[in-house]
């Protein structure tokens, strides 16, 4: 696969490192009251789509940026990718 | 000799080659099959499960049969097909699976006990008696099973892997493929044209069309002169494009030396992985047989490969060139073998053809009917014709049968693109959702004849190159025959006797009819039943009419019966191009440590670490086992001072405004309140609340920290702490760089630690007043090397890491051993530094193993209440704060006896078994310190059982010790030493 980073261009899917399910951003507030089960949410349960997926990348025989990738598991197609902190930033002053 | 004239071999070059030790000899140009051929030769093997003769079914990479053993010793090759083997003077080639000769194969009594061994056979009846299975049928069924065998030597051979980038790639260089690769060519576009021949142009090759007027073969060498002259177009002759990957990647096999007697050192082959932007299959079309009672002898051959041996190779399929051909045939084509062969003086004496309206095309007798028995076990004698109801026998030394073409689709398909039946060819033919950006052209998406073959090739190549925003104009094409070949559908021969389907794996029509009276009627579950489309050729002259067979039993139609999922490879490909040379010492690359040149010179052995080479121990003159190393390593460190490279620990730089408040949500307790100078130990946490790494963390300055992490975890934290870097707090401003290999970092541990660094820093004050245990400086040594100076301490004694740039490491280990000579100092390596660790009853490894928590490792209160961090709020759920086991020491009763790691721990007097285990053994060493072996491990409320005596079973070798619960610190338990 090739992965199109949103500064180096295309690169081989080789040089990254796969996490997983891109809200992994989305850790909760340890000082809410329902903390515990925010957190066993947030390790555990995850969804597994059968198409479109975002998931995070980390460019570790590169630049070691993590990017958010939206790829369609079914076909692999990759629709977009972006990088993890400006979309954390943007998700923040959405929020 | 059964050789003719013409074709495109060299008839001037002779090529001497070996089979079953007999001398023969070839041509330039021939393959193995067709040098066999005109040598008179057709049983070239045995088939796999009846050890039936067998002889040379097809001219190309669908071969079924003629699988031969290559070569011999280390380089031997079983399963080699014959009909892709280039021949080279002094080749040497064997026959496989018989026992005895290949003409008296003793394993053909296979063959009489058939009815045995029917589809299914081996699931019902060695179901029982159940412990003959292990012991008796496995070991029967392995011996008798499999076709060649491997040499069981190393692969003496130089492998490599390459990486090719294109706008076009065209895989398959006959007509299609030529067209194709001649257009993109002269437009001007980066082309790569491969072909698993060595020979480019595929059935143009094996045909007698003509374009423009010309043999083909001219067209073909005017092609290849044009397209080796643009510089944008790579030509690869003996490339396999095995597979279709994603984003258009294929994978290709070029066998670079396979053909050439010697290599003198040359790569054998080269696995490339091409990155394409658009590709065209033109890979052609597999021609099918029709399955007929005793249809696999020797001599009976596919009507195109007897065509392309007469055509190209100017061999006869006959023994004797007296003998007749015989064509059996449902479709015009065959027709074509019949007239070929008499134009090159072979005789035939009839074609034989069920259609009631088929046509005649030269001088041979015309049967409509079916051939339905034939004779001659080690080669074909005669064949049964029958006609009206009428049968008769006719003399022949080889049939051609034809039933049609099948498309090539497979590589179109690796992504799961289902190809669809077209009624009109009788084929499957690619579908929709292709692979992106591929186009396929010619025989493998129907178009067949010449004329269409090189117009699809243009007009795919037009296409692909307006995709990518480039206007080409067509090419100008040769004038060429357009006349398809007409056929009806005609499955198979409905007689009494076994009429084979598969070849390879003998699979028989009875054996279809059997699993469709089973219920194994699905396709995967026909083809898993029956093994059908499961050896070595993946089925490639069967899997179709299998599926046809079966759509006539369930009254289905072909297309509803389904076809199965084609995956790479196309053709197997060696497991050692695909290790690519990436093998043995160069399986991975090996990390050598700033100081491995002079530890070397000091007598070290060393042990792989990850990817690390470390120093294990220094060994010393009178020395004979390692233990006295690592015992008089240790010694020396606690009384004098030693030496330890720990380059390898992970380091990671942390700066910035927010470093503090970063490390503070990274490690689970307090790191933003430390002091500038200061060193603080840390335990990071998993989001799941389990303990993973542990170090420590350096105040440098306001707004720089250093973190160092385990050997093992390097990478992974770093990656982690990216992670919460980019990913969960980007508002913190902060930057990591990680350092592991930019500073090698040195242990100078020992009582007399002090004195030998106070030898070696620029006026640097190293009293205890001013740089006590856990301050941390940068500094110069040697006269003004930069340098950063930690007090830490691993093995509990005062001790200090100093680190400098790398590559003035090996030079200031040097100097430190040699400044220290009378204060003792010693080299130590990884075995004293594990033996010391353990004394002290530090976490390592096998500690921290990603199951235990910091309150296991009895680090409980380091989890700070005050602040959020990784892994804090999961590590006080339900299950894991209840978790009672803890890190402890354990000293054997009986002085004498070792305690092994990996001993599980129990109540003495109480039954043995999962529910009653208290713990495990985690580390164990001899421990020159006290005296004895001792260990360190996790016991169910280890820290309330001091002085109990609890057994450490170690039931895989049946030993057991008796081992008292003791304190960790087995050194200096008050820690008084590391302070001073």
Request: with cysteine; aromatic share 8%; proline share 5%.
């Amino acid at each position: 696969m090739l992965i199109p980073h949103p500064l180096l261009g295309l690169r081989d899917a080789q040089e990254f490192t796969y996490l997983g399910d891109a809200s992994l951003l989305n850790r909760p507030d340890a000082s809410s009251p329902d903390a515990a089960v925010a957190f066993f949410d947030y390790v555990y349960l995850r969804d597994n789509p059968a198409g479109v997926h975002r998931e995070l990348w980390f460019h570790e025989q590169g630049d070691r940026s993590w990017l958010i990738v939206t790829r369609n598991t079914l076909t692999h197609e990759i629709l977009n990718a972006e990088l993890a902190c400006e979309s954390a930033v943007k998700s923040e002053v959405l929020a | 000799m059964t050789r003719l004239t013409g074709g495109v071999i060299d008839h001037e070059t002779a090529l001497r080659f070996t089979f079953n030790g007999k001398t023969y000899s070839g041509r330039k140009g021939d393959t193995l099959a067709s040098a066999l051929l005109a040598n008179g030769v057709q049983l070239v093997g045995r088939s796999f499960k009846y050890h039936r003769p067998r002889g040379v079914l097809s001219a190309g990479s669908e071969e079924p049969n003629a699988l031969v053993t290559l070569r011999g010793g280390a380089r031997e090759e079983p399963n080699t097909r014959a009909t892709v083997t280039e021949l080279f003077d002094g080749l040497r080639a064997r026959s496989q699976n018989h026992v005895g000769p290949l003409h008296r194969d003793f394993m053909a009594v296979n063959d009489l006990l058939s009815p045995l061994f029917a589809s299914g056979f081996y699931y019902k009846t060695f179901m029982w008696p159940r412990a003959f299975w292990e012991k008796l049928y496995e070991p029967l069924i392995r011996h008798a099973a499999g076709l060649g065998r491997l040499s069981g030597e190393a692969d003496p051979d130089a492998y490599d892997k390459g990486f090719l980038h294109c706008d076009l790639l065209v895989i398959g260089g006959g007509a299609a493929g030529l067209s194709a690769a001649l257009g993109a060519g002269r437009a001007g576009v980066k082309v790569i044209l491969a072909d698993e021949d060595f020979q480019f142009g595929g059935r143009l090759l094996a045909e007698t069309h003509q374009l423009d007027g010309m043999p083909a073969t001219s067209w073909v060498t005017a092609v290849m002169a044009e397209l080796a002259g643009l510089e944008n177009v790579r030509v690869m002759p003996r490339t396999t494009v095995f597979g279709t990957y994603d984003h258009g990647i294929y994978g290709a096999v070029e066998r670079v030396s396979d053909h050439l007697s010697a290599a003198d050192g040359a790569v054998r082959q080269t696995l490339w992985r091409i990155t394409a932007k658009r590709s065209i299959l033109a890979a052609g079309a597999t021609e099918r047989h029709i399955p007929f009672p005793n249809n696999d002898r020797p001599g009976i051959m596919l009507a195109g490969a007897m065509r392309a041996y007469a055509n190209r190779w100017a061999a006869s399929p006959t023994r004797h060139p007296s003998d007749p051909v015989i064509i059996f045939t449902n479709n015009d084509d065959g027709h074509r073998t019949a007239t070929d062969l008499l134009a090159k003086g072979v005789p035939v004496s009839a074609v034989v053809d069920p259609r009631s309206d088929a046509p005649t095309f030269g001088d041979y007798e015309l049967i409509t009917g079916v051939v339905d028995d034939t004779k001659g076990r080690l080669g074909l004698t005669s064949v049964r014709v029958t006609q009206n109801g009428q049968s008769r026998w006719m003399p022949c030394g080889a049939l051609g049968v034809s039933g049609g073409w099948n498309p090539n689709v497979h590589l179109s398909s690796h992504h799961r693109s289902k190809p669809v039946w077209d009624d009109a060819l009788l084929a499957f033919v690619p579908g929709k959702d292709l692979p992106n950006g591929m186009i396929v052209a010619g025989a493998a998406v129907g178009q067949g004849t010449t004329v269409k073959a090189l117009r699809s090739g243009v007009e795919a190549a037009v296409s692909s190159l307006a995709a990518l925003g480039i206007a080409a104009e067509p090419i100008d094409l040769p004038d060429a025959d357009d006349t398809a070949a007409a056929q009806t559908a005609f499955w198979h021969v409905s007689r009494k006797g076994r009429a084979w389907v598969d070849f390879q794996n003998d699979v028989t029509v009875k054996d279809i009819v059997l699993a469709h009276q089973e219920n194994m009627r699905p396709v995967e579950h026909l083809k898993r039943w029956t093994t059908l489309g499961m050896a070595t050729d993946q089925g490639k002259t069967s899997n179709i009419s299998a599926l046809a067979v079966m759509a006539e039993l369930t009254g289905k139609s072909l297309p509803e019966t389904g076809t199965t999922i084609f995956r790479p490879p196309y053709t197997g490909v060696t497991l050692s191009v695909l290790g690519g040379g990436d093998t043995g010492k160069h399986f991975r690359p090996t990390r050598y440590t700033p100081t491995h040149q002079w530890s070397a010179s000091q007598g070290a052995t060393f042990v792989e670490v990850g990817a690390w080479l470390r120093a294990q121990y220094f060994v010393q003159p009178g020395e004979t086992h390692w233990r006295q190393s690592v015992d008089r390593e240790v010694l020396a460190v606690r009384s004098g001072v030693g030496l330890c490279d720990v380059t390898t620990l992970g380091k990671i730089d942390v700066q910035g405004p927010d470093a503090a408040e970063f490390l503070n949500r990274i490690y689970c307790n307090m790191m933003g309140t430390l002091a500038v100078g200061r060193v603080r130990y840390g335990v990071m946490l998993r989001e799941d609340g389990h303990a993973y790494d542990d170090g420590t963390c350096a105040r440098l300055s306001e707004n720089h920290f250093v973190v160092t992490t385990t050997t093992a975890n390097a990478a992974i934290v770093y990656r982690n702490m990216e992670f919460a870097r980019q990913c969960l707090w980007p508002e913190l401003n902060v930057s990591l760089i990680s350092t592991t290999d930019a500073w090698a970092q040195i242990a100078v541990a020992g009582p007399n630690s002090r004195t030998l660094l106070s030898r070696v820093v620029d006026g640097f004050d190293l009293s205890n007043e001013v740089f006590p245990f856990m301050a941390c400086a940068e500094l110069t040594v040697c006269g003004g090397l930069r340098a950063r100076l930690f007090r830490i301490s691993f093995s509990g004694e005062l001790a200090y890491e100093i680190a400098v740039p790398a590559r003035y490491g090996n030079a200031l280990l040097e100097r430190l051993a040699q400044v220290g000579a009378d204060l003792g100092a010693t080299p130590y390596g990884t075995e004293a530094l594990g033996v010391m660790r353990i004394e002290k009853g530090h976490a390592a490894g096998s500690e921290l193993n990603g199951q235990t928590t910091a309150q296991m490792l009895s680090l409980g209160r380091m989890v700070s209440e005050k602040k959020d961090s990784i892994g804090a709020v999961m590590s006080r759920r339900e299950g894991l704060a209840q978790d009672k086991r803890r890190l402890v020491g354990f000293s054997p009763i009986d002085k004498s006896e070792a305690i092994v790691a990996g001993s599980h721990l129990f109540t003495q007097g109480e039954t043995r078994n999962t529910t009653t285990d208290q713990g495990w053994i985690t580390s164990a060493a001899y421990s020159p310190h006290v005296g004895s072996s001792i260990a360190i491990g996790f016991l169910e409320e280890g820290d309330a059982r001091m002085g109990e005596v609890v057994i450490a079973a170690n039931p895989l070798e049946g030993r057991e010790v008796r081992v008292e619960v003791v304190s960790p610190h087995f050194v200096d338990p008050e820690g008084g030493r590391l302070r001073d």
